[in-house]
């Protein structure tokens, strides 16, 4: 089982990334797929989440209205679209796969993104 990031990278205030998570090793469609970021010195937070086939999504206050997760089923990818980003959203972000029944949770390696001028 792989959940590989990539997309991270040094933005100024006010720009954008895209974050990419490629899974295989598991059935990608079967789970709920999030974004979690850790900042130094804090918790582990959830992001923003987004349902099996991709009807519902969820967002952390924080991040409401500047970034939007999808997925593509076909190709085992979600993504998180970061727009007007500010230098608090630096962290280190982390792509998680869920499913219940069995329980089984996945992690990624995480990606660094650093918002700074």
């Known amino acids: 089982v792989q959940l590989v990031e990539s997309g991270g990278g040094l933005v100024q205030p006010g720009g954008s990334l895209r974050l990419s998570c490629a899974g295989s090793?598991?059935?990608?469609?079967?789970?709920?797929m999030s974004w979690y970021r850790q900042a130094p010195g804090k918790e582990r937070e959830l992001v923003a989440r987004?349902?099996?086939?991709?009807?519902?999504?969820s967002y952390a206050e924080s991040v409401k209205g500047r970034f939007t997760i999808s997925r593509d089923n076909a190709k085992n990818t979600v993504y998180l679209q970061m727009n007007m980003l500010k230098p608090e959203d630096t962290a280190v972000y982390y792509c998680?796969?869920?499913?219940?029944?069995?329980?089984?949770?996945?992690w990624g390696q995480g990606t660094q993104v650093t918002v700074s001028s």
């Open positions: 998680n796969g869920g499913i219940n029944y069995p329980y089984r949770r996945y």
């Open positions: 987004i349902t099996t086939a991709g009807g519902s999504t």
């Open positions: 090793g598991f059935t990608f469609s079967n789970y709920v």
